[in-house]
């Protein structure tokens, strides 16, 4: 369901663009670069003042200074988007061309009648988000993947690979920490679940989170690194920095795309290679996609245990085959039987996200993978969340349940000296919550 959500006239923009052209052609340059930033931004604000009382007598004195307001965050902000980029409750701001902007909140989609002035102000402003990031966007490059200032991710595509016009999708990142409570407060999973997910990060298994786009993972991924020892030393490796650990020794890795000429590209393969060298307890890779999975799961088979991951999968057993795939994509040549085997030895849970229809992000799954038998994944479901097939409008409804099975994993942490004993009343078979999501 779209719904639409408040209103700006398209004149306006057209105004600010106009406005915006003129002072670009007044301000000398030259002589700004030799200005402070808070003499800079006074100058311009008095010359917006200027043109707006200029260009602009029709307009009321009291609208006159949230027009100039407007005016500077062309130059400095997010032009008409600004007030969507402060809203803590969007999560996503998608453009699609230059006169329809979609937001999402809450994990639905809503539309909203903020445009630009024409596809040359839109381009303008990919341009000048891209260029604040160090990145370059043109014909010859029409596609780029930055991280803004306040961290949110940006993407972009202008012609001619997008048809339509300039596209933006914006993936904000709240500045508020989410811890696993409010994750059980929103009913994302029951407090059994995270009661097994800190025992399984603190005793040093082998998790992999996934799930489609949008789900949750990282979100998930961040909640339960909570956990980890501050003791311990983390490295954490991303295409995109988007991972926030509170640990005191955290070292986190970002890849590098290539120059203009093709070369200097850093992947993750690369980054996961040289992280083997830098003393590590545990790795974090903020998103497996391809050939870097070997490395990852030779880290996890070698010495640093607790390691994790996400992985765009459907479920937890398709989870497994990616990974599968992903180790023929690094080149390896191996048996399947023997690449199934290392996968089995490396990862000891598989976490499946799922975002219904209704937004809510629910914990669907956690599986334990405890080998192979005739060459088939031997993965148990410890706790999964069912549907009762009661939808109240648009809202599923559904419940946890504890399926009865021990982890095998529970006898190797005994044996490592942690007391498990008092955790095996969580595995025992009964519902444990249900869930209404509003």
């Given amino acids: ?44 604000r008095s010359l917006a003042d200027y043109l ?27 032009g008409p988007i600004e007030s969507l980029m402060v809203d803590p409750e969007v999560t996503d701001i998608l453009i699609n061309g230059s006169d329809r902007i979609l937001v999402e909140r809450r994990g639905r989609l ?16 990919i341009h000048r988000l891209v260029g ?16 803004l200032p306040d961290g949110s991710r940006f993407n972009a595509v202008i012609p001619p690979l997008a048809v339509g016009g300039p596209t933006v999708s914006i993936r904000r990142f709240g500045n508020k920490r989410l811890e696993i409570e409010n994750l059980i407060q929103s009913g994302s999973l029951a407090p059994e679940m995270a009661d097994f997910l ?52 955290v070292v986190s890795l970002e890849t590098r795309l290539p120059n203009l000429e093709g070369r200097g590209a850093v992947t993750q393969r690369d980054l996961l290679r040289n992280a083997l060298r830098m003393r590590p307890d545990r790795i974090i890779v903020g998103e497996a996609r391809g ?26 057993r398709e989870t497994l ?7 023929a994509l690094s080149g390896a040549e191996l048996p399947s039987n023997i690449a199934r085997q290392y996968i089995c030895n490396a990862v000891d849970l598989v976490i499946h996200v799922t975002r219904q229809q209704s937004g809510h992000r629910v914990v669907t799954r956690i599986s334990e993978v405890t080998g192979l038998k005739d060459g088939e994944w031997c993965i148990d479901d410890v706790f999964v969340y069912r549907m009762t097939g009661e939808v109240q409008d648009g809202r599923p409804a559904g419940s946890f349940f504890a399926t009865g099975y021990q982890p ?10 942690m007391n498990t004993d008092q955790f095996r009343s969580l595995f025992e078979a009964r519902e444990l919550s249900s869930v209404n999501p509003g």
Avoid at 321 to 327: A, S, T
């Fill in 1 to 44: 369901m779209v719904e639409v959500t408040q209103k700006q006239p398209p004149e306006l923009s057209r105004l600010k663009l106009q406005l915006h052209r003129q002072m670009v052609d007044l301000v000398d340059f030259s002589r700004a670069e030799t200005l402070t930033e808070d003499d800079l931004r006074s100058q311009l």
């Fill in 52 to 78: 707006c009382t200029k260009n602009a007598g029709s307009i009321p004195a009291t609208q006159r200074e949230t027009l100039i307001a407007e005016l500077m965050d062309e130059i400095y902000g997010f």
């Fill in 291 to 316: 050939a870097e999975v070997l490395e990852m799961l030779q880290a996890m088979n070698t010495g640093h245990d607790g390691s994790m991951s996400t992985l765009h999968a459907n479920d937890a």
């Fill in 110 to 125: 809503h539309e909203t009648d903020f445009t630009f002035a024409d596809d040359s102000h839109l381009l303008q402003f």
């Fill in 408 to 417: 095998v994993a529970l006898r190797r942490l005994a044996m490592g000296g």
């Fill in 321 to 327: 085959d990616r990974l599968e795939l992903m180790i």
């Fill in 198 to 249: 800190v025992l399984a990060v603190q005793g040093r298994m082998n998790v992999v989170v996934s799930g489609g786009t949008g789900a949750g993972k990282t979100t998930l991924l961040n909640c339960v690194s909570r956990y980890i020892p501050d003791s311990e030393r983390v490295v954490t490796i991303e295409e995109t920095a988007e991972l926030k650990l509170q640990q005191r020794d």
């Fill in 132 to 147: 604040r990031a160090g990145r370059r966007i043109d014909e010859a490059n029409p596609m780029v993947d930055a991280r």
